[in-house]
């Protein structure tokens, strides 16, 4: 079974409008943390946001929020006031095990289009 | 924040070359690397956790003896594709472990094309 689910191949949005990007992850280790990432056309991967499996509350990082519910195993990523430079590719990722755990498990990705 | 680098940024080769990759970390100390390497809109597949002082961890169907890593200092871990073929074009990505393992900081990435 996968262990990242991103459903969504493709997604548009409108510029200024928030936009929600899904992510499922599936582990029965309690401690993981969760990750979102961006890769531009460039290829540089840019961390966005990190969300401890015991954090009591959402991460939030300036315009980017992630939707942690912890008991239907998604983590979403929600941009608000999406902006034209924010058309990339976003991943979702995971690692399980302790912060010192190491490595993480990517999901397939979102490409992400914003319209003028 | 943190910032990695990747040396080259990209590279053309002749088959049966072999190619080595620099992934620095600038402003941290990292025990611990990784190497990814992704194909066109793809995900990023990992193939090796990088440790300094000690041999790297292969994910499996990664061939080690064709993808050398050492991981000398606490700042550079190298990835050296040895006897390049054409299939082994793509686009690789080195990540180092912040210093308190919560997350990962990428370099630019490396572009390699095997001729």
């Known amino acids: 079974a996968q262990k990242i689910t991103q459903t969504q191949p493709g997604m548009f949005v409108q510029e200024k409008e928030a936009v929600t990007l899904d992510c499922t992850y599936d582990?029965?280790?309690?401690?993981?943390?969760l990750f979102w990432y961006k890769q531009p056309s460039s290829g540089e991967m840019i961390f966005l946001i990190y969300?401890?499996?015991?954090?009591?509350q959402n991460a939030t990082e300036g315009r980017y929020s992630l939707n942690f519910q912890k008991a239907r195993k998604s983590a979403n990523l929600v941009i608000s006031a999406s902006q034209l430079g924010d058309s990339a590719m976003y991943f979702c990722?995971?690692?399980?095990?302790?912060?010192?755990?190491?490595?993480?498990?990517f999901g397939d990705g979102t490409t992400l289009t914003v319209k003028p | 924040g943190a910032v990695v680098s990747q040396h080259p940024s990209w590279v053309i080769c002749k088959s049966g070359t072999s190619v080595k990759i620099e992934c620095r970390s600038l402003?941290?100390?990292?025990?611990?690397m990784f190497w990814y390497r992704q194909f066109p809109k793809q995900s990023l597949m990992l193939m090796a956790t990088?440790?300094?002082?000690?041999?790297?961890?292969?994910e499996q169907g990664v061939e080690k003896d064709k993808f050398l890593i050492n991981h000398a200092s606490l700042t550079l871990s190298t990835l050296t594709v040895t006897s390049a073929h054409p299939e082994d074009s793509s686009f690789y990505i080195c990540?180092?472990?912040?210093?308190?393992?919560?997350?990962?900081?990428f370099g630019p990435g490396t572009r390699l094309l095997v001729l």
């Open positions: 402003d941290f100390q990292a025990t611990t």
């Open positions: 990088s440790n300094e002082g000690s041999k790297a961890t292969y």
């Open positions: 969300q401890g499996s015991y954090d009591q």
């Open positions: 990722a995971m690692r399980e095990g302790g912060p010192h755990a190491g490595k993480s498990t």
């Open positions: 582990t029965s280790d309690p401690s993981y943390g």
């Open positions: 990540s180092a472990a912040s210093p308190g393992g919560e997350t990962q900081y």
